[in-house]
């Protein structure tokens, strides 16, 4: 495994991106950042003839990739596993993978698997598995956990333990208390549904009991096609079809996912979130998940009286991660 061409000029988490793995390649986990203008101009493939205008334009892409670094470490803090040093001319893994927290081994699967298939950073660029998207499932449980503060089902098929339909949408109401769920499937309806759309179920307890919880349904995506799926349409009609009595919460749609977003300056980040919102709800990309699934991850350590789903299975996660460094270094 190796690292493509710089993606100079490219949209900026893409070349923050080759940054990092940069720094997971390198001997001592530390790369100079303005070795990548040096590295740029070897890799020129045709020659700008006006030289302080190229230099100019690759100290620019730099800038911007230093910016995406900054914002993922205000973003993430102490999940985000890389920081900038001496005065932002080196990038450096702040621990070695031996000490890695809960979130920074998060962060990597986020960045290791939003370079599957694809080869604009690494080559070749590794192919996916059922059991490597079930990761990302195990990620979303806990972050969801983490947002609401409670408990997290993973109810995406297949789930743990192999439970059927509506075997598990019992089980998972009647821990939340709150909704009725039908005797049996409906007519018209698939004899063979398997999860109606609904990925992770999760919610806030009450001091009493009571409804009147933050209550959140989300949809795990972790294939580039993510922005043609949203569950703000499945709510409805699950709730609709699989209950008698529907939950007296309402529903916060939200949608899990490993990647950054596809913009040229950090400026217009805000503004991309705020069209994603209206379209998918509360929306866990790569600079808010590894921050709210490590403290999911913590809760479901320390508390034991919340339901929070897939926590035992954390292992995968890092032994995925330790076996693509692995895979690096070798």
Not at 12 to 27: H, N, R, T
Request: net charge negative.
């Amino acid at each position: 495994m190796s690292l493509a061409k710089a993606p100079l000029h490219d949209f900026p988490w893409l070349l923050a991106d080759w940054l990092e793995f940069k720094v997971l390649f390198s001997e001592h986990s530390v790369f100079r950042i303005n070795d990548l203008l040096r590295i740029s101009d070897e890799d020129q493939e045709e020659e700008n003839p006006d030289i302080a205008e190229q230099d100019s334009i690759n100290e620019q892409a730099v800038d911007a990739a230093i910016m995406e670094i900054r914002t993922r470490m205000d973003s993430l803090n102490s999940s985000y596993p890389f920081k900038l040093a001496s005065e932002d001319t080196e990038l450096i893994l702040t621990s070695p993978p031996a000490d890695f927290s809960p979130g920074s081994y998060i962060y990597l699967f986020c960045l290791f698997f939003s370079h599957i298939n694809r080869d604009d950073v690494i080559i070749p660029d590794p192919p996916d598995t059922n059991a490597d998207r079930d990761i990302m499932q195990i990620c979303a449980t806990l972050a969801a956990a983490g947002d609401v503060d409670g408990n997290a089902i993973s109810f995406g098929f297949p789930r743990p333990g192999n439970t059927g339909f509506l075997s598990a949408l019992n089980k998972t109401y009647r821990s939340m208390g709150e909704g009725e769920i039908v005797d049996a499937i409906p007519n018209g309806v698939s004899q063979h549904t398997k999860d109606a759309g609904v990925d992770v179920i999760a919610w806030s307890n009450t001091p009493d009991r009571a409804p009147g919880r933050t209550y959140l349904l989300g949809q795990v995506a972790s294939g580039k096609d993510w922005e043609t799926k949203s569950i703000s349409g499945v709510i409805g009609p699950f709730h609709n079809t699989w209950f008698t009595r529907q939950p007296a919460s309402t529903p916060i749609p939200a949608m899990f996912i490993p990647f950054c977003m596809d913009i040229k300056h950090t400026g217009e980040l805000s503004e991309k979130i705020y069209y994603q919102t209206l379209i998918f709800g509360k929306l866990f990309y790569r600079y808010r998940l590894p921050h709210y699934a490590a403290m999911g991850y913590e809760r479901a350590s320390q508390d034991k009286n919340s339901l929070i789903e897939r926590y035992s299975e954390f292992y995968k996660l890092s032994k995925y991660v330790d076996n693509f460094l692995n895979q690096m270094t070798t």
